[in-house]
């Protein structure tokens, strides 16, 4: 037994080595050096109040309780500041918020009441990806304690530095293979292994559900999800992006295509950046064959800003530029997004309202590619080249280094492909009240029936959906396929609820609730027992009765006939064969693969 183990464990022992050996090699593509007006952001080692990155040069990142301890004492100094719990962690750690209004204020009604407008920030969602935390620490410290003291005057600044506590503590010089720096950073996800920017539509984590709460009590004009990329090369460090005015927000991101963006991208210019859109692929790889517009689905926090009629954006710093770079353009960034919304932060909340207030007939669930040819834009981007690899087997990218500035195709993701009507009201009956607790959960109002009544509903049977092999995200992911409608008296039990589509959150619900919408309830796996047949039939019951059919009902044999010569399987099927005609008889379940949620014809 000795003997057959011993090889074994020496091959254990020697793969992490020989692992640890290869990390330590320079495998990232070549960088050019970089020097911005930006550096003059960063404190003089003298300075009290040096953050804890500042101090390594911005080369390291503070750990939580670093970073905790660090904000604390800035706030005890400051009469401006406040730091606040929003809730817990998995592990029971505090996420924190730091409110910066002018004079202080603790509650959401205090910031309200002044009059500003509103930026909330918060980094580390992703908490490997954690330049906006310091980036937002420095920009703290100039609020109240430096060169940026006058512009709590006229804005407040909400700042969560991580939200992921627990995968920030996941910390180590591996963290991610593709990033240059900080010297050790967190893991992505939090310690269930689950994505927080993708749960904005299920608020499963306990992270998530405290952000959306927070956004829900505290209203900011804006919000800002920081981030840092995967994926190709390029000359841009900072790039960011939102759903546009082909969203479900057209107002809002008229807005930030007018008044936000042009500022935002000026700022960045003007300290040495190179701001630019969002980059992905359109081939997975490099970006020769086009840059893709998405339109992000509501799991996604800036696809859900747009559901919920807030400014939302999405940054994502270039991964591949050194750590330092990346922290201060992001502090650009901040500070130039709070000035946005000093200068027109009251058309952003004309634009709002506007949306807020629409209540369209229809609204798009999903969109696809537009099917004209796809316009070519300028990008400055990376050379690469492609070569054949042994180990892989088939071809693999190698960024040269070398700039380049061309035209390449926008494949924009702005068609409606799934569009749904907008009913006055959906229905959702009493045993399924954890949907209406979701629901709440959002901030949408849903009203509870306290007498029993019957309503008149439309109802969707779903013969075809289907659940997916592979779990996502913790959850069994399900495609509707075909839907039929069928109109139906709903018998509303006391207890049940109404969700009126006649409120703010109005096109979020019909997001949450529409089983064609990608980032539904249903489609999330909510709704599996409807999926589930719980009665059956013995076979000395069936057979006699199916041919007690089939004597009475001459269409019912031709049809009976007609599938046996058709469908081989159907035929060598004793099984299949009586649940042809059980599922004609009264006996079977009229509710198997009836979605349970009505709507309001």
């Known amino acids: ?132 935390k310091d980036a937002g620490l420095m920009l703290l410290r100039d609020l109240t304690a430096g060169r940026r003291l006058q512009l709590l005057n006229d804005v407040n600044f909400l700042f969560i530095p991580i939200l992921n506590v627990d995968g920030h503590e996941r910390s180590s010089p591996y963290g991610r293979i593709n990033q240059r720096g900080p010297s050790e950073m967190g893991w992505r996800t939090n310690r269930r292994n689950l994505n927080l920017n993708r749960d904005f539509s299920k608020l499963e984590t306990p992270e998530v559900q405290a952000l959306v709460a927070t956004i829900d009590a505290w209203s900011p004009d804006l919000y800002l999800d920081l981030h840092v990329t995967d994926g190709a090369d390029y000359q841009y460090d900072i790039t960011f992006g939102y759903n546009g005015p082909h969203g479900w927000s057209p107002a809002i991101a008229s ?4 008044s936000y963006t042009p500022r935002v991208t000026a700022a960045l210019d003007h300290m040495g950046h190179v701001p630019g859109p969002l980059a992905f692929g359109a081939n997975g790889r490099d970006m020769e064959e086009g840059n893709v517009e998405w339109t992000a689905p509501i799991r996604f926090s800036n696809g859900y800003a747009d ?78 080249e492609l070569l054949d690899s042994e180990i892989s087997g088939g071809e693999v990218v190698r960024w040269t280094g070398e700039p380049y500035e061309r035209e390449i195709p926008l494949i924009v993701l702005s068609r409606p492909s799934e569009v749904a009507s907008r009913p006055a009201a959906y229905y959702i009956p009493a045993s399924w009240s954890d949907i209406a607790r979701k629901l709440a959960m959002h901030g949408i109002v849903v009203e509870r029936v306290h007498t ?43 207890g049940s609820y109404v969700v009126s589509t006649d409120q703010d959150l109005g096109d979020l619900v019909m997001l949450l609730l529409e089983p064609r919408s990608p980032d539904s309830f249903f489609q999330w796996g909510y709704f599996l027992e409807v999926l589930q047949q719980t009665e059956y039939v013995e076979d000395y019951v069936m057979e006699p009765t199916a041919r ?40 079977f379940d009229e509710e198997w693969r009836l979605y349970p949620v009505g709507r309001t014809p």
């Not at 399987?569 to 009264?586: G, N």
Request: hydrophobic share 40%; aromatic share 8%.
């Open 1 to 132: 037994m000795r003997l057959l183990l011993a090889p074994v464990l020496v091959s254990l022992t020697l793969q992490p080595a020989v692992g640890q050996q290869a990390a330590q090699t320079p495998i990232l593509p070549p960088l050019d050096p970089w020097t911005g007006e930006s550096e003059r952001l960063i404190a003089s080692p003298d300075d009290p109040w040096l953050t804890p990155s500042e101090a390594t040069g911005l080369v390291a990142t503070p750990s939580y309780e670093e970073t905790v301890a660090w904000l604390h004492r800035l706030a005890e100094a400051s009469a401006d500041l406040e730091m606040i719990s929003i809730g817990k962690s998995g592990e029971w750690r505090d996420i924190w918020m730091v409110v910066a209004a002018q004079g202080g204020a603790t509650t959401p009604m205090e910031v309200g009441h002044n009059g500003r407008p509103t930026l909330l920030a918060y980094a580390g969602i992703h908490s490997g990806e954690i330049d906006g």
């Open 255 to 258: 807005w930030l295509d007018g």
């Open 307 to 384: 559901a919920r009629h807030t400014a939302g954006v999405l940054l994502e710093n270039h991964s591949l530029k050194p750590y330092k770079r990346r922290v201060l353009g992001t502090y650009v960034f901040l500070e130039a997004s709070l000035r946005a919304l000093i200068d027109s932060g009251s058309a952003l909340r004309a634009a709002a309202d506007r949306d807020r207030h629409a209540r369209p007939d229809s609204l798009p669930l999903a969109f696809g590619a537009t099917q004209a040819t796809p316009p070519m834009v300028m990008f400055k981007g990376i050379g690469s």
């Open 452 to 494: 029993g009544r019957s309503v008149e509903a439309d109802m969707y049977r779903l013969p075809e959906a289907a659940i997916q092999p592979d779990a996502f995200e913790g959850r069994v992911l399900v495609t509707p396929g075909s839907i039929q409608t069928e109109r139906r008296d709903l018998w509303l039990a006391p």
């Open 548 to 587: 007690k059919m089939l004597e009475e009902d001459p269409r019912l044999r031709e049809e009976f006939e007609t599938r046996l010569a058709a469908d081989s399987t159907f035929a060598a099927s004793p099984q299949q064969r009586l649940a042809f005609f059980y599922e004609r008889t009264p006996f």
